[in-house]
Protein backbone atom coordinates (compact mmCIF):
# COMPACT_ATOMS: atom_id res chain seq x y z
CA UNK A 1 0.00 0.00 0.00
CA UNK A 2 1.31 3.51 -0.61
CA UNK A 3 0.12 6.34 0.40
CA UNK A 4 0.43 10.18 -1.05
CA UNK A 5 -0.31 12.95 0.24
CA UNK A 6 -0.66 16.43 -1.78
CA UNK A 7 -0.25 19.52 -0.58
CA UNK A 8 0.14 23.22 -2.62
CA UNK A 9 -3.17 23.85 -4.73
CA UNK A 10 -4.76 27.05 -3.84
CA UNK A 11 -6.40 29.99 -5.64
CA UNK A 12 -3.95 31.61 -8.37
CA UNK A 13 -4.40 35.31 -10.62
CA UNK A 14 -4.09 34.27 -14.39
CA UNK A 15 -0.28 34.53 -15.24
CA UNK A 16 0.70 33.25 -11.91
CA UNK A 17 2.57 30.43 -10.40
CA UNK A 18 1.89 27.04 -8.07
CA UNK A 19 3.75 24.79 -6.68
CA UNK A 20 2.59 21.08 -5.76
CA UNK A 21 4.17 18.64 -3.81
CA UNK A 22 2.96 14.96 -2.99
CA UNK A 23 4.41 12.94 -0.25
CA UNK A 24 4.65 9.15 -0.61
CA UNK A 25 4.80 6.48 1.71
CA UNK A 26 7.04 3.25 1.22
CA UNK A 27 10.60 2.34 0.76
CA UNK A 28 10.64 1.94 -3.06
CA UNK A 29 9.30 5.21 -4.17
CA UNK A 30 11.67 5.38 -6.55
CA UNK A 31 11.02 2.89 -8.70
CA UNK A 32 7.75 4.27 -8.99
CA UNK A 33 6.59 5.75 -12.29
CA UNK A 34 5.07 9.49 -10.27
CA UNK A 35 2.20 11.69 -12.22
CA UNK A 36 0.53 14.70 -11.90
CA UNK A 37 -3.42 14.21 -13.49
CA UNK A 38 -6.02 16.71 -13.18
CA UNK A 39 -9.76 16.78 -13.52
CA UNK A 40 -12.33 19.51 -14.54
CA UNK A 41 -15.52 19.57 -13.66
CA UNK A 42 -17.87 17.64 -16.46
CA UNK A 43 -14.39 16.51 -17.73
CA UNK A 44 -12.29 13.47 -17.60
CA UNK A 45 -9.18 12.71 -15.71
CA UNK A 46 -6.05 13.64 -17.75
CA UNK A 47 -2.54 13.34 -17.74
CA UNK A 48 -0.56 16.49 -16.89
CA UNK A 49 2.90 15.17 -16.34
CA UNK A 50 5.18 12.54 -15.09
CA UNK A 51 8.25 10.99 -14.38
CA UNK A 52 9.76 7.46 -14.53
CA UNK A 53 12.39 5.85 -12.29
CA UNK A 54 14.88 6.92 -14.72
CA UNK A 55 14.17 10.38 -14.60
CA UNK A 56 12.43 10.67 -17.78
CA UNK A 57 9.66 13.29 -18.48
CA UNK A 58 6.43 13.37 -20.26
CA UNK A 59 3.79 16.28 -20.05
CA UNK A 60 0.89 16.92 -21.88
CA UNK A 61 0.77 19.64 -24.59
CA UNK A 62 -1.18 21.85 -22.94
CA UNK A 63 1.39 22.35 -20.15
CA UNK A 64 4.67 22.21 -22.28
CA UNK A 65 7.16 25.12 -21.21
CA UNK A 66 4.97 26.19 -18.68
CA UNK A 67 5.08 23.02 -15.71
CA UNK A 68 7.47 21.07 -14.59
CA UNK A 69 7.77 18.13 -12.81
CA UNK A 70 10.70 16.57 -10.17
CA UNK A 71 11.56 14.34 -7.76
CA UNK A 72 13.40 13.85 -5.13
CA UNK A 73 13.93 10.14 -3.98
CA UNK A 74 15.90 10.59 -1.06
CA UNK A 75 12.45 12.45 0.56
CA UNK A 76 10.05 10.32 -1.44
CA UNK A 77 8.91 13.39 -2.94
CA UNK A 78 7.87 14.81 -6.34
CA UNK A 79 6.86 17.96 -7.01
CA UNK A 80 4.79 19.83 -10.19
CA UNK A 81 5.49 23.65 -10.67
CA UNK A 82 3.24 25.43 -12.60
CA UNK A 83 3.97 28.89 -14.27
CA UNK A 84 1.54 31.32 -16.43
CA UNK A 85 -1.19 29.29 -14.98
CA UNK A 86 -4.55 30.53 -16.88
CA UNK A 87 -7.93 29.94 -15.98
CA UNK A 88 -7.80 26.55 -18.43
CA UNK A 89 -5.73 24.83 -15.66
CA UNK A 90 -8.40 24.91 -13.09
CA UNK A 91 -9.26 21.42 -12.28
CA UNK A 92 -8.52 18.84 -9.18
CA UNK A 93 -4.84 17.78 -9.36
CA UNK A 94 -4.12 14.40 -8.29
CA UNK A 95 -0.90 12.97 -7.18
CA UNK A 96 -0.29 9.34 -8.91
CA UNK A 97 2.24 6.38 -8.63
CA UNK A 98 2.16 3.22 -11.03
CA UNK A 99 4.16 0.49 -9.96
CA UNK A 100 4.98 -0.92 -13.41
CA UNK A 101 5.56 -4.55 -12.64
CA UNK A 102 2.63 -4.70 -10.19
CA UNK A 103 0.31 -2.64 -12.35
CA UNK A 104 -0.91 -1.08 -9.50
CA UNK A 105 -1.80 2.52 -9.24
CA UNK A 106 -2.65 4.88 -6.03
CA UNK A 107 -3.68 7.58 -5.80
CA UNK A 108 -4.11 10.67 -3.88
CA UNK A 109 -6.37 12.82 -2.31
CA UNK A 110 -6.46 15.52 -5.00
CA UNK A 111 -6.00 19.35 -4.08
CA UNK A 112 -8.28 22.05 -5.93
CA UNK A 113 -5.60 24.14 -8.42
CA UNK A 114 -8.03 27.49 -8.97
CA UNK A 115 -7.06 29.85 -11.36
CA UNK A 116 -8.84 33.73 -11.83
CA UNK A 117 -8.63 35.59 -14.76
Known amino acids: QVQLVESGGGLVLAGGSLRLSCAASGSRFSIYTMGWYRQAPGKQRELVADINSGGNKNYADSVKGRFTISRDNAKNTVTLQMNSLNPEDTAVYYC???????????WGQGTQVTVSS
Open 96 to 106: NAFISHLVINY
